[in-house]
Structures are given as C-alpha cells and as structure tokens.
C-alpha cells in the first residue's frame, strides 16, 4: 500500500514538473574522483577521494587516520586555492610542516563547539571551499545542509572521528576503519608505527578492501620543518592456511 502511495506521488510529481524532476539514484552519475596520490585511491573504486560527498577516517587513537588526513590536507593546499580545517580543538598548523604543505592557501577555523562546526563547515562547503578536513563531530541537522553544499561545489569533505554517532556514519559516502598493527622500532627506538587502512563503507563503487602503511616518527632533535613526514604503503601478506587432509573412506 505505501508503495503504491509512493508511486503516485512520484508520478504526480513528474506530470506536473517534468519527467526530469526526479531521479532514482541507480541513474545517477558517479561523483567525480579526486586524486590525493595515497592509497586511499585504491580502496574507493573511482580512483580518489569522492568530490561532493563526505568520507570519514575512524578508529581509536593513535592508529595513523590523523597522519594520513595532514598528508592528504597537505597536497589539498598545493591543489587548491583554499583548504579549511573546521578544528574542533588541538590542530596545530605546524604538525603540516613535514609534508611540506603550502600554508598560504589554508585556513583553520577554531570551532569549540559542534554547533560552530556544522555552521561553519556548511557555510564554507556552499561558498565554494576545494578541501574540508573536519577534526570533530557536526551536529545531525547541519549534516543535510554540509552535503547539499558540498554537492553543488564539488568540495572535497574529510572527517577524522574516533567514533561514530549514526547521522554521521550514515550520511558519509565512504569510510575507512583504521587499526593498528604494530610498532616499528629501530635500533631500539620507536621509530613509526604500522597501521591498516580497511574501506568499512561505499555508497559510490562496490566496497574494495583494505591497505597496510607505515607512519614514520623523527628520530633525531632536528627541527620539525627539516622531517619529512612519510606515509609509505606496504605490501599485504596473507598466511596460507595448510591443506587438509583428506579422510580415509
């Protein structure tokens, strides 16, 4: 009974405004790809980052989601004219300095509250920011606008979140779960760490797998500025599982 309900709704809407009016989404186009040259790329299907639709980094802390984010927000500010970091607290503008990031075309906006957030990260996505990278949770009603905004200029959304509420989860296009695997140490000092990447959802291509890389830390008292911060991809490894053997008949 509801679907018939629908039905003529949908009808009566196109008789009246065109067959053009509406579109069911198995007809629409595939959002257009960014390429932040990481391997992310490989784990979305489309061969970047989805422009006009939120991605969101999660997973508990220290597991390298924020590494990859500045890595990413970095090549944003040599790409774009402008990169925003909606900060909801802690986002130091020299943590960037290792990727070499060009800090004339970003701008963080200190935003101590969610409501602060959702407002500003909707207004600048609608004004025709390139790149948001969001550091915290935006509030449920902002999340429609955000997307519509960011829909209509093609910006390029960024969540790094320890953990999801459901609007939020469920208003992202793709999600990557990261983990972390291991330490890496060198000549007995912590030297980086060894984290998965692994795609947890994808409303724009079939849902791929996962990517292991390496985060490596300064290992001297050099200045931050003369590090340069790597994000390496590493080779999966799988384990295979011996052959059973067969039972007598």
Same mark, same amino acid.
Request: hydrophobic share 45%; net charge neutral.
């Given at each position: 009974? $509801?679907? $018939?309900?629908?039905?003529?709704? %949908?009808?009566?809407? =196109?008789?009246?405004?065109?067959?053009?009016?509406?579109?069911?989404?198995?007809? !629409? *186009? *595939?959002?257009?790809?960014?390429?932040?040259?990481?391997?992310?790329?490989?784990? /979305?299907?489309?061969?970047?980052?989805?422009?006009?639709?939120?991605?969101?980094?999660?997973?508990?802390? /220290?597991?390298?989601?924020?590494? !990859?984010?500045?890595? !990413?927000?970095? /090549?944003?500010?040599?790409?774009?004219?402008?990169?925003?970091? %909606?900060?909801?607290?802690?986002?130091?503008?020299?943590?960037?300095?290792?990727?070499?990031?060009?800090?004339?075309?970003? /701008?963080?906006? =200190?935003?101590?509250?969610? @409501? %602060?957030?959702? @407002?500003?990260?909707?207004?600048?996505?609608? &004004?025709?920011?390139?790149?948001?990278?969001?550091?915290?949770?935006?509030?449920?009603?902002?999340?429609?606008? +955000? @997307?519509?905004?960011?829909? =209509?200029?093609?910006?390029?959304?960024?969540?790094? %979140?320890?953990?999801?509420? #459901?609007? +939020?989860?469920? &208003?992202?296009?793709?999600?990557?779960?990261?983990? #972390?695997?291991?330490?890496?140490?060198?000549?007995? $000092?912590?030297?980086?760490?060894?984290?998965?990447?692994?795609?947890?959802?994808? #409303?724009?291509?079939?849902?791929?797998?996962?990517? !292991?890389?390496?985060?490596?830390?300064?290992?001297?008292?050099?200045?931050?500025?003369?590090?340069?911060?790597?994000?390496?991809?590493?080779?999966?490894?799988?384990?295979?599982? *011996?052959?059973?053997?067969?039972?007598?008949?």
């Amino acid at each position: 009974m $509801q679907g $018939q309900k629908l039905e003529l709704a %949908i009808d009566s809407i =196109r008789v009246r405004f065109g067959s053009q009016a509406l579109t069911r989404a198995a007809e !629409l *186009p *595939p959002p257009q790809a960014w390429s932040s040259g990481t391997s992310v790329d490989s784990l /979305t299907g489309i061969g970047g980052l989805p422009r006009g639709r939120l991605s969101l980094f999660t997973g508990s802390g /220290t597991c390298g989601k924020l590494t !990859l984010a500045l890595s !990413l927000l970095a /090549t944003a500010t040599h790409q774009f004219a402008h990169s925003i970091v %909606i900060d909801a607290g802690g986002f130091d503008p020299q943590s960037l300095l290792p990727f070499s990031a060009e800090l004339g075309a970003l /701008t963080v906006v =200190r935003a101590p509250a969610p @409501e %602060i957030a959702g @407002e500003a990260a909707a207004t600048l996505a609608r &004004a025709g920011a390139s790149f948001i990278l969001l550091t915290g949770e935006v509030p449920e009603h902002w999340l429609g606008p +955000l @997307e519509s905004g960011a829909n =209509r200029s093609g910006t390029v959304l960024v969540g790094v %979140i320890d953990a999801l509420s #459901r609007a +939020l989860a469920h &208003a992202s296009s793709f999600s990557l779960g990261f983990s #972390r695997s291991d330490w890496v140490w060198e000549r007995g $000092q912590l030297a980086g760490l060894r984290a998965s990447a692994r795609c947890v959802k994808n #409303r724009v291509a079939p849902p791929l797998g996962e990517t !292991l890389f390496e985060v490596r830390y300064p290992l001297s008292e050099r200045p931050l500025a003369g590090y340069a911060a790597g994000v390496t991809e590493v080779l999966l490894h799988f384990e295979e599982a *011996p052959p059973r053997e067969s039972a007598a008949v």
